[in-house]
């Protein structure tokens, strides 16, 4: 456990669904990232959230729209997803957003886009 | 440019060391990182390096770092089963605040 948790753990939906993805922190952390993770390639870090405010937008598609409503929880909102779009997506958090700062990871939302 | 490469598998037997390496582009990471991802799990933090270190050991895991080659690589002692897991080299480019910089990660399979 590392105080990093997220829901659900498995999410199939259809290209004209809307969802959520939930991450919750447990450790006191100011900073919370969403990364995406897809096979055979690099995770991508999508999102940075520090004290709430979004510090990092990495040319995300409009269709992952994130929330950050206090500095505890972060979530992704899904909408018209591509089947493309089918992978892991892990939550962080870290004491604060500049380097050297630890990131704990969440075990990740498998979404399949059907 | 970022680029974090890494050999994609890694088989060894139980008893073994490993080692995993992993080549970055940035000459200006401060701190490195080896990453710890076990099936249907998220990321685990094994350990880390500042870029003015040349080793550091911990427990079983031994971190070389050579900056000139901008080649960073984890040796894990007595490797047991356990171990199998996907391991994640990270680098962290000193203009782009926290961001940390993926490779691929190495596959990991420890063989009884």
């Known amino acids: 456990e590392t105080g990093v948790t997220q829901t659900p753990r498995h999410l199939v939906m259809g290209m004209t669904n809307k969802k959520s993805l939930k991450c919750e922190q447990h450790l006191g952390h100011n900073a919370m990232y969403w990364y995406k993770q897809s096979a055979k390639k690099p995770l991508e870090l999508m999102f940075v959230y520090s004290l709430e405010e979004r510090v990092e937008n990495n040319s995300v598609p409009s269709r992952f729209s994130p929330e950050c409503p206090n500095s505890s929880h972060l979530f992704l909102h899904l909408h018209t997803l591509q089947p493309e779009d089918s992978a892991l997506y892990l939550c962080a958090s870290s004491p604060a957003s500049g380097r050297g700062n630890e990131q704990f990871f969440g075990p990740g939302t498998r979404l399949t886009v059907l | 440019g970022e680029d974090v490469e890494q050999s994609l598998f890694l088989s060894v037997r139980e008893g073994d060391s490993s080692v995993i390496n992993c080549t970055y582009t940035d000459s200006s990471s401060t701190y490195l990182y080896w990453y710890k991802q076990e099936p249907g799990a998220g990321l685990q933090l094994l350990t880390y390096?500042?870029?003015?270190?040349d080793m550091k050991q911990d427990q079983r895991l031994t971190v070389l770092l050579n900056k000139k080659d901008k080649h960073l690589s984890l040796r894990i002692a007595d490797t047991q089963t356990g171990d199998s897991a996907i391991y994640f080299c990270?680098?962290?480019?000193?203009?782009?605040?926290?961001?940390?910089?993926f490779g691929q990660g190495t596959e990991l399979s420890v063989k009884p």
């Open positions: 990270a680098e962290t480019p000193w203009n782009q605040g926290g961001k940390l910089i």
């Open positions: 390096i500042f870029s003015n270190m």
